[in-house]
């Protein structure tokens, strides 16, 4: 079982910047691989970025590469996720999700494990 709360939305300018907390409890954070989705009012929840287990594989949507950067520290059980250069499309409400296993899986049914989400709002 693992238990993932996020923190750090907020409301921002365009141009700014926001990280992202992930803190997880149980005993299993450390094995799983850990993503990033957001949804925005109206639509879909849609994959943004993932992690893996160790930390040492990461892959990103096209719509945020370069700007996003996600990253964790096994030792606190907690994933990050630096956003630079936000713009209005990217307002959405951010959940973390983890999965026992690798990465490759941009599908939300795919996570076993998801946290309530934090709103993240970027005014033009």
């Known amino acids: 079982q693992v238990r993932l709360v996020e923190s750090g939305g907020g409301l921002v300018q365009a141009g700014g910047s926001l990280r992202l907390s992930c803190a997880a409890s149980?005993?299993?954070?450390?094995?799983?691989?850990i993503a990033w989705f957001r949804q925005a009012p109206g639509k879909e929840r849609r994959y943004v970025t993932a992690?893996?287990?160790?930390?040492?594989?990461?892959h990103y949507a096209d719509s945020v590469k370069g700007r996003f950067t996600i990253s964790r520290d096994n030792a606190k059980n907690t994933v990050y996720l630096q956003m630079n250069t936000l713009k209005p499309e990217d307002t959405a409400v951010y959940y973390c999700a983890a999965r026992s296993g690798g990465l490759g899986y941009p599908t939300p049914s795919d996570y076993d494990y998801w946290g309530q989400g934090t709103q993240v709002t970027v005014s033009s």
């Open positions: 992690i893996s287990w160790d930390g040492g594989t990461t």
């Open positions: 149980g005993r299993t954070f450390s094995s799983c691989s």
